[in-house]
């Protein structure tokens, strides 16, 4: 159990159905973030949310959109993507935004997405 | 920019050995990360490194500032130890949104 919940798991849609992922963490952490990873690549930063307000938006293509309703629960909304979308999708949390050297990330399982 | 270079990219060892996994960077930090992907792909903090050496069980990891450059070592290594090991480093002033560049991952098997 790592405090950090993501679901589902495992995701297959086509290009042009509309679905979301959904992460949840039980830490009491006040930093969310959504990662992606595909294969033979670094993590990549998609979105950083502190206390509930958007951070940063690494340049994401708008057919990704989050959404944080409260510190607990980070969705990751997905609406007409391409097959070079598939990866791992990655939630994590930390204590507090960039203060990494005392808080580190928490991770979830991720939600492995293949695109059709 | 922050380069993170980690080798070997791929490593199969036997079980019982001693295994070594590097990490290069190239600008000054404020603290290094190593973490653990299972194949799963859920990732587990096994260190947070801003000077010297951290034990855990098996596992060391230790850092030279001066050098740019961090080992994760492995003793006495199991199958369950097969993971993707991912070398992270926080910058002063740099790196992404989270102030993090990661490395591309080590992608060790160890075999019975």
């Known amino acids: 159990e790592t405090g950090v919940t993501q679901t589902p798991r495992h995701l297959v849609m086509g290009m042009t159905n509309k679905k979301s992922l959904k992460c949840e963490q039980h830490l009491g952490h006040n930093a969310m973030y959504w990662y992606k990873q595909s294969a033979k690549k670094p993590l990549e930063l998609m979105f950083v949310y502190s206390l509930e307000e958007r951070v940063e938006n690494n340049s994401v293509p708008s057919r990704f959109s989050p959404e944080c309703p409260n510190s607990s629960h980070l969705f990751l909304h997905l609406h007409t993507l391409q097959p070079e979308d598939s990866a791992l999708y990655l939630c994590a949390s930390s204590q507090e935004y960039r203060d990494l050297v005392r808080s580190p990330l928490h991770f979830g399982n991720g939600t492995r997405l293949t695109v059709t | 920019k922050n380069e993170v270079e980690q080798s070997p990219q791929n490593l199969t060892a036997q079980e019982g050995e001693f295994i070594t996994i590097n990490c290069s960077y190239s600008v000054g930090i404020s603290a290094l990360h190593w973490l653990q992907q299972h194949p799963g792909g859920g990732i587990v903090s096994l260190f947070m490194?801003?000077?010297?050496?951290k034990k855990h069980g098996r596992l060391i990891a230790t850092i030279n500032i001066q050098e740019k450059h961090s080992s994760l070592h492995i003793t006495a290594s199991h199958p369950r130890d097969s993971a993707v090991y991912i070398c992270a480093v926080r910058s002063w002033g740099g790196g992404g949104a989270d102030g993090l560049t990661f490395g591309k991952g080590t992608h060790l098997i160890i075999q019975p």
């Open positions: 490194l801003s000077s010297g050496k």
